[in-house]
Antibody
Framework: QVQLQESGPGLVKPSETLSLTCTVFGGSIGDYYCSWIRQPPGKGLEWIGYIFGSGTTTYNPSLKTRVTMSVDTSKYQFSLKLTSVTAADTAVYYCACTVLGTDADLQHWGLGTLVTVSS | DIQMTQSPSSLSSSVGDRVTITCRAS??????LNWYQQKEGRAPMLLIYGASTLQSGVPSRFSGSGSGTDFTLTISSLQPEDFATYYCQQSYTTPRTFGQGTKLEIK
């Protein structure tokens, strides 16, 4: 069973770049595609985008100009960068990975990491 | 974007009750509809994918149905551990979109 762990700074200043990493344990990174999802405190879920082990990405148009996702197969890691953050980007950020070839989506989730945007 | 609308937004029920949550898509998503359970302070967990396929390890009291634009999640006999927030999500196209959630509370 694959396990995921998000990591990164819990506090980011306005206008700076949020950077998070999702490490995959117990699986071959090439067998998955991984999504990033966020949840503002007390609110619902927002899909940010996904990336395949090959590096192919698809982003939510609402965030597309500020988002970059990447993969480092040697480290079993997927990464998220979100530029020019504001208080509206304060949220718990989750990575969720799904094995290729299944009809499922968002199959395995990390615990999430809270990122607060504040000076 | 495809809009997903759940009803009700909140629901109070008792242990042993049969509960149904509805999800409607603004356009057809065929059967690319998934349900997630989220307990307070925890990450969501996939319950059902493809509208009706139970994710491995999920109890059989959970079931899903529907296709096109109208879907339901049913819990046949509520257990104490089922009190949580439930989200539907379409995976027919990008951007993936979620319903606003249904909070299931103990009566």
């Amino acid at each position: 069973q694959v396990q995921l762990q998000e990591s990164g700074p819990g506090l980011v200043k306005p206008s700076e770049t949020l950077s998070l990493t999702c490490t995959v344990f117990g699986g071959s990174i090439g067998d998955y595609y991984c999504s990033w999802i966020r949840q503002p405190p007390g609110k619902g879920l927002e899909w940010i985008g996904y990336i395949f082990g090959s590096g192919t990405t698809t982003y939510n148009p609402s965030l597309k100009t500020r988002v970059t996702m990447s993969v480092d197969t040697s480290k079993y890691q997927f990464s998220l960068k979100l530029t020019s953050v504001t208080a509206a980007d304060t949220a718990v950020y989750y990575c969720a990975c799904t094995v290729l070839g299944t009809d499922a989506d968002l199959q395995h989730w990390g615990l999430g990491t809270l990122v607060t945007v504040s000076s | 974007d495809i809009q997903m609308t759940q009803s009700p937004s909140s629901l109070s029920s008792s242990v042993g009750d049969r509960v149904t949550i509805t999800c409607r898509a603004s356009q057809s998503v065929r059967t690319h509809l998934n349900w997630y359970q989220q307990k307070e302070g925890r990450a969501p967990m996939l319950l059902i994918y493809g509208a009706s396929t139970l994710q491995s390890g999920v109890p059989s009291r959970f079931s899903g149905s529907g296709s096109g634009t109208d879907f339901t999640l049913t819990i046949s006999s509520l257990q104490p551990e089922d009190f949580a927030t439930y989200y539907c999500q379409q995976s027919y196209t990008t951007p993936r979109t979620f319903g606003q959630g249904t909070k299931l509370e103990i009566k």
